[in-house]
Structure formats: structure tokens, C-alpha cells
């Protein structure tokens, strides 16, 4: 088994937040300019382009670790299923930025880890204790509270 070098972990938490608030800024730019380039491309065009410009981003990366070598994998077909169904997920998000009102989108793809935790539980039998409980329905209180489903923009699109 050969060894991979990874970069180095971030020590120190100003950093960590940081990365994400610059995160947050980048990604509100990015959906703003797919609401606004929506208007005269498609979601899937813009899909194209936002992975061919995170591609060569990411090439001096990837090369710096190794080259192609650090992306060898001995389970090709889950490898190829997680990337199709990554695509899929950006395209369809794409495509919900495209069509429905911007906070409404941002409202919903908040509530994601919600749904992580209860496909965790029913796929892979997760054991889920009384705190994550009422995290989950405090989060879900939360996302309903802001997407109010039956309101007028919230059914427009639906």
C-alpha cells in the first residue's frame, strides 16, 4: 500500500473559522451568480463550468500532493457512483437556485444535516440519544419555520 500525503490538519481554531466564513462569503457569491447567469444559461452549463473552473483550481493541488497518483482507488465503482451522484446533487441544486427564490433554497440546503441524520439512522441503524433528538426537532422546527411551506413562493415552484 503506498503512502498518501495529506495536507496539514489546522491547529489552531482563528484559523478553522476563518476558512469558514471565507467559505460562506465564496459560497454566497457562487449562488448569486448562478440565480443571475440562470437567466441565459442553463443549470447544467453552469454546472460545466463551475467544475471545469474548480478543476484547475484544484490542478496545482492536486499535483503538488502527486499528481494523478494520489487519486488512485482499489473501489473504482464506488468511486465513479459517489461522483455521479455528487453531480447530480450540484446539478439539481443548480437548477432549485435557477427556479426558486434564493433564501428559500439557502432555507432548505440548511436543513441537509437533518436529513443526513435520519438516512444515518435508517440505512446504516445509527443510535441516536435524547440531545440529538431534540437537535433534530429544533432543526426541523427551524427550517419550517423559515421555508413555510404552503406560502406563495414556497408553492410557485413546487
Sequence with gaps: ????????????SSSAILFMMAAGMVNAV???????????????EIGFFRCLIGF???LPI??????????RTDRIGLHLLRGALNAG??????????LAPLE??????????????????IILGERVGLHRWSGLIIGFLGAFLIIRPGSSEFTDFG
Design 1 to 12: 500500500m503506498t503512502s498518501r500525503t495529506y495536507p496539514p490538519a489546522i491547529q489552531n
Design 30 to 44: 457562487m449562488l448569486s451568480a448562478i440565480k443571475q447567469l440562470s437567466g441565459e444559461l442553463h443549470p447544467f
Design 56 to 58: 484547475i483550481v484544484l
Design 62 to 71: 492536486i499535483w503538488r500532493a502527486g499528481g494523478l497518483a494520489v487519486m
Design 89 to 98: 446533487a450540484m446539478l439539481a441544486f443548480f437548477m432549485a437556485v435557477s
Design 104 to 121: 428559500t433554497v439557502t432555507a432548505i440546503s440548511f436543513a441537509s444535516p437533518i436529513f443526513a441524520t435520519l438516512l444515518a439512522i
